[in-house]
């Protein structure tokens, strides 16, 4: 069944522009009574898509007249929660806590919550029981309204609650602040179909929906005129993209546009699903000079009976020959993952092919999770849930592995100069900058905050365990 994505369009995008004026007038209000401008806060809790997100929030906050801070307590703080698992939930109602505290001094203050977790029924109940102070809550589907929602908060004063089931609507153009002048995150597809057993994503974000080849290509283009030199494509699953699009067009394809768009010096994208990675894509991948020597290449467990539970959709052999046949191809390239240890019925003999396909890949990084279990999911509602002292010692099995295995790899380029794009100033060591590779491997070298935004080549001097001390490299 092919889904076409209704694009909302200009006048949806005029509607919200004229609601951002509104809002100003209620921030300017504030700030006479304030005597200063007013600060807004906004803290990411989740991955890259709602790093993005945060940026669109910010964006509109800034053009409504707020100044920007890390400080916590500020005018309006606002929370884009994670629920991917129970610990991001945690953090989320642990610093609400302290948000409660802040309000009492500064009963002003206005508090907003979205994001994933705002998706889940039983974490509205709760904040309307026992966290009655938050001035407004909304969800991932409506969050191109923000700007309508904050209106509504500013003139109400009751807590706002604004959640969607689910959309099929995209909204371009709307003003975003980027957190840093040369790198950007772009939002190629939103949602997830795949359904993984554990997993709560496809719930909390709703459906696949692949954004127009040209909206995204004309993004990318106005980066790179605003100095822009290192785009991270973002997707749950960027290599399905396309797929549903009125004009199908592969992942690959849009790979091959973008790089194209002057200016752009790196191409970076994540997630990629084993289960769709094409030779088409590997071929783009090898022959770019622009694409980033680095894939996340998820593998979750090791054992074919456990990704099978998972809905993987995968073999442990699928996914080593695909690995094999990677490295064959680009024998430079950086392969990371993630895995769950303890999915329901998982024994020790699971965890040790897990460990076996983490000797055969050669990870350079693997980012390692307890299995938590999320309400609503298949895997939530498995009788073989597995005891909390077993996982944990699969868990420090594994971690033992992926660290041994992980030091290896980084340590590989010793000796070697690549390029390195600067990200910032060290805050650790005075005089130190930190680049990041192609491979996404970090370098400290001597340096300025001058050189932020700069691709430069570095000696690699010396690895120390994950990351380089090095020198920049003028022959
Ligand atoms: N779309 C990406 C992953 C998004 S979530 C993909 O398919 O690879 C990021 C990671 O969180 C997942 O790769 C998985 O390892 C982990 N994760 C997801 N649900 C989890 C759960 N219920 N418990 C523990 N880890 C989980
Ligand atoms: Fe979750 Fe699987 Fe979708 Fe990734 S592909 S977001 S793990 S359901
Ligand atoms: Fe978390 Fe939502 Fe991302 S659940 S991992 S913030 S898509």
């Known amino acids: 069944m092919r889904t076409t994505v209704k694009y909302a369009g200009d006048q949806e995008e005029i509607r919200q522009i004229s609601y951002i004026e509104k809002a100003r007038k209620h921030v300017e209000a504030l700030e006479e009574k304030l005597g200063r401008k007013p600060a807004c806060c906004v803290t990411t809790f989740g991955c890259q898509m709602n790093a993005r997100d945060s940026e669109k929030l910010t964006g509109i906050l800034e053009q409504a007249g707020y100044v920007l801070t890390e400080e916590e307590n500020a005018d309006f703080v606002i929370f884009n929660t994670c629920t991917v698992r129970d610990n991001a939930n945690q953090r989320v109602y642990g610093r609400l806590g302290h948000l409660n505290s802040l309000k009492k001094k500064n009963p002003h203050m206005k508090i907003a919550l979205c994001g994933c977790m705002m998706q889940e029924k039983t974490v509205i109940e709760k904040i309307q029981k026992s966290y009655g102070f938050v001035d407004l809550i909304f969800g991932t589907h409506n969050i191109y309204k923000f700007a309508e929602l904050l209106v509504q908060m500013f003139e109400s004063d009751q807590m706002v609650i604004d959640i969607w089931e689910d959309t099929d609507q995209i909204v371009e153009n709307l003003p975003i602040q980027r957190k840093y002048p040369f790198k950007s995150g772009i939002n190629i597809m939103f949602g997830c179909n795949n359904f993984c057993s554990y997993c709560i994503v496809p719930y909390v974000r709703g459906r696949e929906r692949s954004r127009n080849p040209e909206d995204i290509i004309r993004e990318i283009r106005k980066l790179a005129e605003e100095g822009v030199v290192e785009v991270m494509l973002l997707g749950q699953n960027v290599n399905s993209y396309g797929k549903n699009l009125e004009k199908p067009m592969s992942f690959a394809q849009l790979l091959g546009e973008v790089e194209k768009i002057q200016g752009i010096k790196r191409i970076r994208f994540m997630t990629s699903h084993p289960k769709d990675l094409s030779d088409e894509l590997i071929q783009v991948m090898k022959e770019s000079k622009k694409i980033c020597r680095h894939l996340h290449l998820p593998l979750q467990s090791g054992s074919t009976r456990i990704l099978q539970a998972m809905n993987r959709r995968y073999t ?158 003028e022959p």
Not at 346 to 364: A, F, R, S
Not at 370 to 379: H, N
Request: hydrophobic share 35%; proline share 4%.
């Open 316 to 473: 442990k052999e699928q996914y080593l020959a695909l690995a094999e046949k990677i490295r064959k191809e680009i024998p430079d390239i950086a392969i990371t993952t993630d895995i769950i240890v303890g999915f329901p019925g998982e024994e020790p003999g699971d965890v040790d092919e897990t460990i076996d396909v983490v000797k055969k890949v050669q990870y350079d990084n693997a980012f390692t999770f307890i299995y938590s279990k999320r309400t609503g999911t298949p895997a939530a509602a498995m009788e073989n849930q597995v005891p909390q002292e077993i996982v944990k010692e699969g868990f420090d099995r594994l971690l033992k592995v992926v660290q041994d295995t992980a030091r290896q790899r980084v340590s590989l380029l010793e000796g070697q100069v690549q390029e390195a794009l600067v990200e910032e100033v060290n805050e650790q060591e005075e005089g130190l900058v930190t680049g990041r590779l192609s491979n996404n491997t970090i370098v400290h070298f001597p340096g300025d905050a001058g050189l932020i935004g700069e691709i430069v080549p570095v000696y690699l001097e010396k690895c120390q365990g994950f990351y380089y001390i090095g020198k920049r490299w």
